[in-house]
Every structure is written in structure tokens, then in C-alpha cells.
């Protein structure tokens, strides 16, 4: 049975509070025995979940390093479809939903679901091809947010684009090109943020599925954003607007 490899003290403990069952063995650091560690330790045996106790580099081989000296073995985590999404929006009075087109870079996507989750997201939505997937690294960024906020991967995003607006959400795509300001725009509805690859931006059927485009204002020399620190504008701005 393949596995993950879930590291990191927030990332761990995460996985043990909401999903115990699907750890199947926890490595921790002989020389770590502080009140962050014991907590962790006495879950796990509450779960009946193996505990072994290993050396530095034993981890450090495991996930090459940035372990905070506990690295649990865990299921694999499943992805949503489409039809989850359409339970999900079924039950929200007014759906807040994130759509990556093709982010790549496990760190962005871990940081990206830490903002979702703390921004109330419902749904993060993303391509199966050409995106990255709920790896180790993304969870471990995560801190604990990839196991709160559903991720649904789909097979066609702009197919699942007009889906949303059929549902009755607004689909806002984040353009450098606009001259509509985010802070301009009226997010308070039932509502679909779109933001593209790191780089590359929406690629161009995302864009023209779009109902419309906002932009960040740039005051400085920089050109763009890295897409998880836009995100996080942009979803507080959508929160801002829907209290």
C-alpha cells in the first residue's frame, strides 16, 4: 500500500486530531521529549498507532530534513471531484470557492490552503494535469489546512468554471491587464476567485471564461506577486467585504 510521509509538528498534529485512522506509524526524535512532543506521542498511543523513536539522520533520510523531529506514515489523502463541489456549493448559502489554473510549487500551494482555511474558503478547485498535487511539502506548509479545506481536482477547469456559474457564483480572475482594481470590484455574493500559475498567469480559456478581471495595485518596481502571497490579498479582501 503506497504512503505519505507527513512532517512537521503542526502538520502532524493536525493529521492526529481530525484524522487518526489514516496514520499508520509515527517516527519521532529520540532528543525530542519537550511538552510540544509529548502531546503528539500520547495521541498517537490513545490511537493504538506505532510509535518509533529514531535518530536525527534516520529522519533527516526520511524527508530530508525540516522534520521538527516527528514524521508520521500516513494514507495517502484522497481528492474531491466534481461532484463534491456540487454538494459543497449545494450547501452554502454563498459559496466562497479559490481556483488555482496551474500552480506547480508545493510551497505555494501549502501557503496558498493555510490562507484558505483561515479565510473561510469552501472549496480550493484545481486542474488534475499540470498542477501540483497534496504532497508531503504541501501539507507540511499547510500546517494542518490540508486537512481542513477540501481540494477538488477536475479534469476540466473551464468546463468546471461555467459549472460554477451555472450554480450561480461570479467567476473574478486576477489579471495584470485589467484596470479594475481587486478593491474596486464587488466580491460579497456567491463568489469564484480565480488566480493563474506562478509566472504564466490564467491561461487564456480560463481568462475568457472569467465573468471579470481585477488586479492588484503595484506601487513599486516589482512587476507581480509570488501567487500565494496574491491569494492571501485577495481572499481577505473577499472576507473584508462579506462581514
Known amino acids: ?17 481530525r484524522a487518526p485512522q489514516d496514520v499508520l506509524e509515527l517516527f519521532v526524535m529520540k532528543e525530542r521529549e519537550d511538552k510540544r512532543m509529548q502531546p503528539i506521542v500520547q495521541q498517537a498511543r490513545q490511537h493504538g498507532i506505532s510509535v518509533q523513536f529514531c535518530n536525527r539522520k534516520t529522519l533527516d533520510n526520511l524527508v530530508n530534513g525540516q522534520h521538527q523531529g516527528v514524521v508520521a506514515k500516513a494514507r495517502p489523502q484522497s481528492t474531491g471531484t466534481e461532484a463534491d463541489l456540487d454538494d459543497i456549493i449545494a450547501k452554502q448559502a454563498k459559496p466562497f470557492i479559490l481556483v488555482l489554473d496551474g500552480v506547480t510549487d508545493p510551497h505555494n500551494l501549502g501557503a496558498i490552503l493555510r490562507s484558505a482555511d483561515a479565510a473561510g474558503v469552501h472549496a480550493v478547485v ?6 501540483v498535487k497534496l504532497t508531503s511539502v504541501v ?14 481536482t477536475v479534469t ?20 495584470g491587464e485589467t484596470d479594475t482594481l481587486l478593491y474596486e470590484a464587488d466580491l460579497k455574493g456567491p463568489i469564484a476567485l480565480v488566480l493563474g500559475a506562478e509566472g504564466e498567469g490564467m491561461r487564456r480559456l480560463t481568462r475568457e471564461t472569467c465573468d471579470s478581471l481585477v488586479k492588484i495595485p503595484m506601487l513599486g518596481s516589482v512587476s507581480s506577486l509570488n501567487v500565494s502571497v496574491a491569494a492571501g490579498i485577495c481572499l481577505f479582501e473577499t472576507v473584508r467585504q462579506r462581514q
Open 1 to 17: 500500500m503506497s504512503a505519505d510521509l507527513v512532517f512537521g509538528i503542526h502538520a502532524v498534529t493536525a493529521l492526529l486530531q
Open 139 to 152: 501539507r507540511k506548509v499547510a500546517c494542518g489546512a490540508a486537512e481542513t479545506v477540501p481540494f477538488i
Open 126 to 131: 484545481s486542474p488534475k494535469d499540470r498542477s
Open 156 to 175: 476540466n477547469l473551464a468546463r468546471t468554471l461555467r459549472q460554477l456559474q451555472d450554480a450561480g457564483l461570479w467567476i473574478v480572475g486576477t489579471a
